[in-house]
């Protein structure tokens, strides 16, 4: 199926997107997509009265908000119930879409798991004894070169298992070390902004 530099392409894709997943959280990579899904490609006609229903709640919102009670008490009241109107139909069709987007999000995880962890599983087993590289002779002691081809590739060579955990663990680590700093970075910028609105108060 593919040939030892194609192998390493696809093995190093496949963990890249895992661990970033893991970084990043899988539910949140769902949520995400969930979101996409309503915003740009859901034609559910229910999603889409919800969101025309919200909309109209904003404007009626900032209508009410607009004019006095005192002095308009008449359209303001006639505002307010149609928020309440409005509220209530949105509560209602939120209450029914529950079951669908749970549904939805299912699925987007078990898909997610499949297409990184099968395509991993199937390499690791109709793979495992296939050479990733070779190794110059005697850059290692045998006792090393034996775990290196764990467990059936060609002496002096490194295995695709074994080439899979060196991988993993090193993008794991860096993704680790990026996601740190950025932490570091977004905390940090929290401090100074802190800072500066108690000097300037």
């Known amino acids: 199926m593919f040939g030892s530099s194609g192998l390493l392409l696809v093995v190093l894709g496949l963990l890249i997107i895992k661990n970033a997943i893991s970084i990043v959280g899988k539910a949140n990579v769902v949520e995400f997509l969930w979101a996409f899904y309503n915003g740009y ?81 199937f390499i690791r087993i109709f793979k495992r004894n296939q050479p990733m590289f070779y190794l110059p002779n005697g850059i290692f002691p ?15 060579s490194v295995s695709l298992n074994v080439w899979i955990f060196f991988i993993n663990t090193f993008i794991n680590n860096l993704l680790g070390l990026i996601k740190y700093i950025f932490e570091q970075n977004h905390t940090n910028t929290e401090k100074e902004e802190q800072i500066e609105s108690i000097v300037q108060s």
């Open 41 to 121: 490609l859901s034609r559910d006609k229910e999603w889409i009265k919800l969101k025309n229903l919200k909309i109209d709640k904003i404007e009626i919102i900032k209508e009410k908000n607009s004019i006095s009670p005192q002095d308009q008490y008449a359209k303001w009241t006639k505002l307010n119930r149609n928020l309440d109107k409005l509220s209530k139909e949105i509560e209602l069709l939120e209450s029914n879409l529950i079951l669908k987007r749970s549904i939805f999000k299912n699925y987007i995880s078990y898909f997610i798991t499949a297409i990184i962890e099968i395509p991993l599983l």
């Open 142 to 156: 045998k006792y090393v070169l034996w775990i290196l081809k764990f467990p059936n590739a060609n002496y002096n």
